[in-house]
């Protein structure tokens, strides 16, 4: 395993630590998500450079563009809970309530 993929799949394992294990704010389970895409652009990437292959040389820019994608509607949900429910606590959101 190279040095290049030993980092890779830690930070993306960091990441999915970090969604499982420290949930109790929004934001941060948004920003462990983040990391998680943002590694697995850079894993694309670098596995396209190294295909040397102009095929597979948009897939890197589509999931950065569905990476932002998925920001934005984090952050809007973000701050429709913070404005119903007063913090972004995940404990204190119920299907029930919404």
Request: with cysteine.
């Amino acid at each position: 395993m190279t040095p290049s993929h030993f980092t890779l799949c830690s930070a993306f394992l960091l990441g999915l630590g970090g969604v499982t294990f420290y949930r109790t704010h929004l934001l941060s389970a948004l920003l462990c998500l983040e990391g998680m895409m943002l590694s697995l652009y850079v894993a694309l990437a670098l596995w396209t450079l190294q295909l040397n292959s102009t095929l597979s040389s948009a897939a890197p820019m589509f999931l950065l563009a569905l990476s932002a994608c998925e920001a934005s509607a984090g952050l809007a949900l973000l701050v429709a809970t913070a404005r119903t429910h007063g913090n972004d606590r995940l404990q204190s959101l119920t299907l029930l309530q919404c």
